[in-house]
């Protein structure tokens, strides 16, 4: 009898650890850092593939012609269900309650499936709304910091009663800063990601007039979701402000 006790109470025990270190990680930090298997992506890009050289299209979402380039062309996984090119949605797409959107790049080139990251990208859309609350409570003022890049400053978040969120690159794992442009639009800073990958890169530097976000996605699964674009200024990576 004791004995049973006993196992009840560690039993117990285990049961209450774990659920006290769910509390300490919520569900959308786990989501952001977890890691999706290559397979889904691989076997996404064979049935696009095969779609394209029999249909001669792709499977995309209709999208607005001013959706940033690394949200625009979502793949449709129901069209691809309905013409009975995917059997399963992976576990992992949004479609699915996942973390990620499947999209495609080099639409006209070479078509790529690459993720965007949804937890990141509500995130930023969290800061957005309530960058948009304060300007219209004071009269279009923005909460802005320091200047980081030409253009773009760092966000003031006592002023918008929020702590500075915790935004861990999907290429790095490192915490990236937010930032915003005169209009107030809030955009993740990948500074950190650049200088990483374009120092270990071999060869030739990128030109002056290359787009650095390229490299990021050339060399992941994922996408540079709510980036600016960033050209080598002096050697070092800099945002530049859409015109």
Known sequence: ????????????????????????????????????????????????????????????????????????????????????????????????????????????????????????YQRINDIQNSIKTYAGKNGGKLPEGDSVYPGFKRIDYTKLSLNEPDIRSVFSGQTLGTMMDAKGLVYVDYGIDLTQVITKQEGAKPGPEQDLREILVANSDFVPVKSAAYYLVNGEPQAAANK
């Not at 196992?7 to 850092?33: F, K, R, V």
């Not at 790529?112 to 990141?120: A, D, E, F, S, Y």
Request: proline residues 6%; aromatic residues 10%.
């Open 1 to 120: 009898m004791f004995r049973l006790k006993g196992a009840m109470s560690a039993l117990l025990i285990a049961i209450m650890a774990t659920a006290l270190s769910g509390c300490l990680y919520p569900d959308d930090q786990l989501e952001q850092n977890q890691r999706p298997a290559k397979d889904s992506i691989l076997n996404v890009q064979t049935i696009v593939d095969q779609y394209q050289k029999d249909t001669g299209l792709l499977p995309i979402q209709n999208s607005k012609p001013d959706t940033p380039m690394y949200e625009k062309y979502l793949v449709d996984f129901d069209k691809l269900q309905r013409m009975q090119y995917i059997s399963d949605i992976p576990a992992n797409a949004f479609e699915k309650g996942g973390s990620y959107y499947y999209l495609i790049i080099n639409e006209e080139t070479d078509p790529t499936i690459k993720l965007m990251n949804l937890v990141i």
